[in-house]
C-alpha cells in the first residue's frame, strides 16, 4: 500500500519501498485500485464514510500477501483503528484478515523477514522521529535497529523524542495555533541536536515539519526511513 | 474554518501562564519516566496489571459494592448511596445538619469538584475550608483547578504571594516557605474550629474495608485530628478487592502523579475511633457518588472507570501544555478530561462534544496511564459519537469526510483527483477553495503536487 500522501506528493518514497524490498527477494506488486487506508475520516469521527474507505481497502488487497505500508500510520489504521469501527459489523473479519497481513515498512524488514543489518553505506547524522502511531509497535526499534547499522550513518538523540510533531491528520488543520507550537518545539529540539537530516518512518509527520521549516525559510532535509536504505543501497555513501 | 474553543484559549493564553505549565509539567514527566525505570525493570508489565485489577472491579461492580457495606458497617460506619450530584451534595448536607455542624475542613478531592459540593455548602451556611495548599489558593481566589494533581499549576508564587496580602495573611512576600507557613498557622485555627472534615478517599480495600488517602501536606491528617466527624465522599468505581492490590497501586500513583516512591502520607482508615484509641474521629460517613459511572459502565468508554486521579496524562500531554487546563472548561481537563467530562455531562453531552477533537492522537497518554487505559480509543469513540449526536459543537473545525470517501472508494475517481491536484501547485494556497488548505498554509508550505507519478513509475518499470 503506498498510501494516499505518497500517491499526492511523495512518489519516491513509495519507489524507494519497492526498491528496498526488492533488494530483499521480494516480488512488489500495486494494486491499481488502491486509495486510501480510511484513516481522515476515522479520526474525524465519521466511521460511516471511513468505513467505505475501509471496505474498498479491503477488496483492494484481497489475498493472502503481507501488505506493507510505509507509513506507521496508516498500518495502525489497518491493524487497530478499523477492528475499532468495525466492532459491530458483519464483516468484521475481513478487516481482521487485512490487519493481521499490514506490516509498517520498517516492522516487515526486521520482524517480517528477519533482517538486522543493511549494507551499503550513509554518511549522515541522522535525527530519527519516532512518529505517534508506532507507539506501542516494533516500528520504531526496528527503524534505529536498521539505521543504526547503516556504516557511516549516526543516529543522534534529541531532546523530548516522545513528543508529537503536532500534525495528527486533521488536528493540523482544526487546531492550527496547537498543532504549530507542538511542530515549532520540535523543530527547535531537533536543530538544537545538529542534524544533517531528519528521517521519520512517517511522511506527515516529516511533511508537518518540513512544511513549518520551510515556511520559516529555513528549510529541513527530511528523509524517509525507506529513502536512506535505498540510498545507502544506490549511493554507497552520500545522501541523494 | 470555524475556532475550535480549545485553540482560541491557547492563542489568547498568557506565554508566562504556558510557560509555567509547560515548564512543570515537562519536568514531573521526565522524573516520573526516571523514577519508574528505576525501580522497576518492566514498568508495563506493572501498568498493564494494574489495569487488569481496575477493569476487573469496575466490571464487577455489582458484587464488590454491597460487599465493601458490609465490611465498612462492620467497623461502625455509615454507608450511602448517591446516584446524581445532586442528591449527593444533599447528602452531605443531611448528614452535617443532623450533628450540627457549621464549620467543615475539606482535604482535596476531584469529586467534591465534580459535584460543586463546596459551593452548595456555602450556599447552606456551611462553612467549608480547604487545606489543601493549592486548593485552598483556588478557593480564596474563587478559581478553578487547572490540573488534577496540582490545582494552580497555572498560577505563580507572585499570584500566590498576592492572594495572601489581600485576605490579610501577611504583607506581600513571594518566597514559598513564608507562604507555606503563613496558609499552615492560618490553617492550624481551622482544624481546630472544624465539627468535621471530609476527605476523599484515593481506594478502598473491599478486603478489609480500609479507607485510603494519600496526601503530601499531610492535611487529610490534620483534618481528622480534631473532627468529631469524617465523611468520605468517594466514587463507586474507586475499589480495589484486596489489601495487597494497594502495593502496586500505591507505588505506581505516587510515581505516575509527582514521581515519588510514596506519597509523603498514606492513610489506612478502618472506621472512626475505636474504643481504647485516644484520637480520632467518633464517627465515620462514607458517602458512595454515581454521578454518570454506571451509565459510562453501560457505554464502550468503561475502561476509563479504572482512571487513579494521578494525572500523568496531563503532564505528557502536548496539547494540555499548550492550552493549559482552564481551556477545557470542566473539572477534569486534559486527556482524561477530554473523555470524562462529555461522559459526565449525561443528555448535555453535545456541549462537550469538541473535548475528544483536542488530541493529535499521538498516543503519549496511553503510554504513561498507570492503568493503562487506551486513551486515544475513547477518544476517538467520543468522536463517532460526536458525529451521530454532537451538533454544533461536534462540527466545528471539522472536515465533511463524505465526498472524499466516496472518492476513496472510486479507483478512476481517485486517480482522476490525484492528477486534477496538478492546480495545487498553480494556485496561491491562501486563497485555496478549500478552508483546510488555507489553514494549512497559513504556517506551513506545501510539498509540489506529484500526483499519480508513483503510479507511472511502477507501470513503466514493470513494463521493462
Partial sequence: MATCLCDAFYDDVACATVEVLEHLGCTVEFPEGQTCCGQPAFNGGDWTASRRVVRHAVRTFAGSCPVVVPSGSCAAMLFHGALLEFEREPDRAAVEDLGRRAWELGDFVVNGLGVRTWPGRYAARVAFHRSCHSRGTASSAAAETLLGSIAGLTLIPFGEGEQCCGFGGTFSVSFPTISGSMGKLKLEHLRAARPEVVASGDMSCLMHLGGLAGKEGRPLRTRHLAQILRDSLRHGGSPS | MKEQPIDRFAAELEASRRSAVYEGTKATHEKRTRHLAARFAEADVLRRTAGEIKQHVVEHLDRYLPEVEVKLRQHGVGVHWCSTADSACATVLRILQARGVRRLVKAKTMLGEEIGLAGYL????????????????????????????????????????????????????????????????????????????????NFI??????????????????????????????????????????????????????????????????????????????????????????????????????????????????VYRQATGHAYRSV????????????????????????????????????????DIPIPDLLLRLRARGKQEGGPQARIGTLPMGLWSWIAARPELWRAALRAGAALDLLPLRLAPVPALRAWSKDRDLPAWRGGAFRRWFRHRSRL
Fill in chain 2, 122 to 201: 456555602e450556599r447552606h451556611g456551611i462553612e467549608s475550608v480547604e487545606t489543601d495548599l493549592g486548593e485552598f489558593i483556588v478557593q480564596v481566589d474563587r478559581d478553578h483547578p487547572s490540573h488534577i494533581v496540582r490545582p494552580i499549576i497555572h498560577k505563580s508564587r507572585r499570584e500566590v504571594a498576592t492572594t495572601l496580602e489581600r485576605i490579610g495573611l501577611g504583607t506581600y512576600d513571594d518566597d514559598p516557605s513564608t507562604i507555606t507557613q503563613r496558609i499552615r498557622s492560618h490553617l492550624r485555627g481551622k482544624y481546630l474550629a472544624a465539627d468535621a472534615a471530609l476527605t476523599g478517599a
Fill in chain 2, 205 to 318: 480495600s473491599v478486603e478489609s474495608g480500609r479507607v485510603v488517602i494519600v496526601t503530601n501536606e499531610g492535611n487529610s491528617r490534620f483534618c481528622l485530628a480534631a473532627a468529631r466527624l469524617h465523611l468520605v465522599l468517594v466514587g463507586i468505581e474507586k475499589l480495589v478487592p484486596r489489601d495487597r492490590d494497594l502495593a502496586l497501586l500505591l507505588n505506581l500513583l505516587a510515581r505516575s502523579a509527582t514521581a515519588q516512591p510514596l506519597t509523603v502520607y498514606t492513610e489506612f482508615v478502618a472506621g472512626p475511633r475505636a474504643s481504647g484509641q485516644a484520637d480520632g474521629p467518633d464517627e465515620m460517613e462514607v458517602v458512595f457518588v454515581d454521578n454518570g459511572r454506571t451509565e459510562m459502565l453501560a457505554s464502550d468508554c468503561r475502561d476509563i472507570l479504572r482512571c487513579i486521579r494521578c494525572g500523568a496524562c496531563l503532564n505528557v500531554c502536548p
Fill in chain 2, 332 to 371: 477534569y481537563p486534559g486527556p482524561v478530561g477530554a473523555v470524562l467530562s462529555p461522559l459526565l455531562a449525561g443528555s448535555r453531552f453535545p456541549e462537550w462534544a469538541d473535548l475528544p477533537k483536542a488530541s493529535s492522537l499521538c498516543g503519549a497518554c496511553n503510554e504513561v496511564c498507570p492503568v
